[in-house]
């Protein structure tokens, strides 16, 4: 009699501990076997140029999934699904044990994109492969495949370690964020707000019912400042060759290209690149992925013979009446630097100096100037420093001075280095980025502005969350005198007959710029005497910057051609290209812009 009792209390115990203590997660369990949440993922918000044209936008993908515990047998359903994929049962559960710690009535992701004859096969199929599941999620498209993939960047899923920094709080394992350009300096505004389904279910988790339903909010479209038809253009003309180009407007410091070659399909990033397709990406030797416009550093050659001749002036070491005679070279010490110009220009003023780039008239000019005041009007001109641009991975480049060097290599400056810095070379490193703003602040009167990608973030019902405003980053420490003098010498690069870059002109458009030629390996007397062909990676970079009109400027350009040898013959011939394309163009607008200029009462503006 005892024993019973004593089993029935047992009994009872369980039932209890059962019943009212274990009640909620039993109760949990039991929901889960036939009512589930569905993720409902929301339209990324889409990207579009200054003028309205459709660059980003979305399109429908199809996503096969396994759900474990509906799968069952297990074994048998991934063998008649490797069959039907015509992949290896290895691959599969790779794929599953990838996601160890994932709960086994949630979705395993197997293959992204499936196309619409493996969704045929496995849907005809369906009762043989209980617990998988396709899913209808929308998919990044980038419209120009292969084109603007620096500034727009790309979406890729989202690691483990990005899980857990905390900047994506709504985000899940299996999610796409953005990675690179602005998908990914913005990706908060384009994200959106997941959704979510109530759903009933059968036991081989196919769903009967839909009981309720949250619908995602989708992300915000991004006008950019970026005007499609002049990035199209400088892609074009970039082609086969590894350089930046970058437009803006000189008077808000809207960028109206950032173009980077080599380039990339983003395309590919969306959908999930291979590791073979990612090797051939990295294994490039042009460098595909870097996104040259900000994140190249170059010597500025003979481009900072600008900022000589502005130190020169302002410091007094120089007026414009003062000359130098340029028999071809210039004798420092024990050493012979030599003249771009092997007879020599014979005597040049400042104006002439720039238009005919004379290296020996800027050599004694920076000999006078010392290095440290070099620096100082570089690095007040916004050389050497980050321009803000709101896009990752930016570069700052480098502006020696002779505390930097000492620090450095532990070896005090020596004088003669200042020479070659004083035309661009030696330790100088600038970005295409930087020289359009520049070039941009020297024809505007002297104001640098701070660069601006994004026009415009909406709703998508077409309410103003954010506007760009112009900011000036700094004004040039030069006085309107210096300016009027540089900005001749500009001029008269273009349009003087001795002038390097007679090239750049262009009928009914007066343009000023200027020609600049990185060597990347010192020439050997005998390798000039002898005129010997360079192998091409060992060919200078050729450089141009440039803004037009010369009086108004209304565009600003720099060109960097990575081994292009001459910025005369390889740099200049584009940027007359981009501005001629620029101020000649007819074509029409699909966004007017009074409609970006009207914001309601609820728009915000700043920088982000």
């Not at 039991?30 to 918000?45: A, M, Q, V, Y």
């Not at 979510?196 to 339903?213: D, F, H, P, S």
């Not at 490039?284 to 190249?296: D, L, T």
């Not at 000039?528 to 108004?552: D, G, N, Q």
């Amino acid at each position: 009699m005892f024993c019973i009792m004593v089993g029935f209390a047992v009994l009872i115990g369980r039932l209890f501990y059962l019943q009212v203590i274990e009640r909620e997660e039993y109760y949990r369990l039991s929901e889960n076997n036939c009512i589930r949440l569905k993720s409902i993922d929301p339209p990324r918000g889409m990207i579009f140029d200054r003028h309205g044209r459709l660059l980003v936008e979305n399109r429908p993908s199809f996503n096969l999934s396994i759900i474990l515990k509906d799968a069952k047998p297990v074994d048998l359903t991934i063998q008649r699904l490797s069959r039907y994929l015509n992949v290896s049962t290895e691959d599969i559960y790779t794929k599953i044990n990838g996601k160890n710690g994932i709960l086994s009535y949630k979705p395993v992701v197997l293959k992204q994109d499936i196309g619409r004859d493996t969704l045929a096969s496995i849907e005809v199929r369906r009762f043989d492969l209980p617990g998988v599941v396709v899913n209808v999620k929308p998919l990044r498209h980038y419209i120009k495949r292969g084109k603007f993939a620096h500034i727009v960047g790309y979406l890729s899923e989202i690691s483990p370690a990005e899980l857990k920094s905390g900047k994506y709080p709504e985000s899940r394992p299996g999610d796409f964020i953005g990675k690179f350009g602005v998908e990914k300096a913005y990706d908060s505004f384009l994200r959106g707000k997941r959704g979510g389904q109530q759903v009933e279910v059968n036991a081989t988790g196919q769903v009967v019912r839909v009981l309720k339903t949250v619908d995602a909010q989708p992300g915000h479209n991004i006008y950019l400042t970026i005007d499609q038809r002049l990035q199209e253009k400088a892609e074009k003309l970039l082609e086969g060759i590894a350089g930046a180009v970058v437009a803006l407007d000189p008077t808000s410091g809207e960028v109206l290209v950032l173009a980077s070659s080599p380039t990339f399909d983003q395309n590919a990033f969306a959908s999930g690149l291979s590791h073979d397709q990612w090797d051939t990406i990295i294994s490039n030797p042009f460098r595909p992925m870097e996104n040259k416009a900000i994140q190249g550093e170059y010597p500025p050659a003979s481009t900072y013979k600008i900022i000589t001749a502005i130190a020169g002036l302002e410091e007094g070491v120089i007026d414009s009446n003062s000359t130098f005679f340029c028999p071809g070279f210039y004798r420092y010490g024990d050493r012979v630097f030599r003249c771009w110009k092997k007879g020599g220009h014979g005597t040049l003023n400042v104006v002439k100096a720039i238009a005919e780039s004379c290296d020996v008239f800027f050599y004694q000019v920076g000999q006078k100037l010392g290095v440290d005041r070099l620096a100082w009007h570089a690095k007040a001109s916004g050389l050497g420093a980050l321009t803000g641009i709101n896009l990752d991975n930016e570069a700052p480049g480098l502006i020696p001075t002779a505390a930097w060097k000492k620090q450095r290599t532990g070896i005090p400056w020596q004088r003669g280095e200042t020479l070659s810095v004083a035309i661009g070379q030696g330790y100088n490193l600038v970005t295409p980025l930087q020289m359009a703003i520049l070039v941009g602040a020297v024809g505007n009167g002297g104001v640098s502005y701070h660069p601006q990608i994004v026009r415009l973030i909406e709703t998508a019902d077409g309410k103003i969350v954010y506007k760009s405003e112009k900011k000036v980053a700094r004004k040039l420490p030069v006085s309107k005198e210096t300016l009027a003098i540089v900005k001749k010498g500009l001029w008269e690069v273009v349009n003087y007959k001795r002038g390097t870059a007679r090239i750049a002109r262009v009928k009914g458009i007066d343009i000023s710029g200027k020609t600049g030629t990185v060597q990347v390996v010192g020439r050997r007397k005998t390798e000039i005497s002898r005129k010997i062909e360079r192998p091409p990676h060992l060919k200078a970079h050729a450089w141009f910057v440039a803004y037009a009109p010369s009086e108004r400027p209304k565009i600003a350009v720099s060109v960097l051609v990575e081994h292009g040898e001459h910025g005369s013959s390889a740099a200049a011939p584009i940027a007359r290209e981009i501005i001629k394309a620029y101020l000649l163009d007819d074509s029409p607008r699909f966004i007017s812009e009074e409609r970006l200029l009207t914001l309601n009462s609820n728009t915000t503006t700043g920088d982000r």
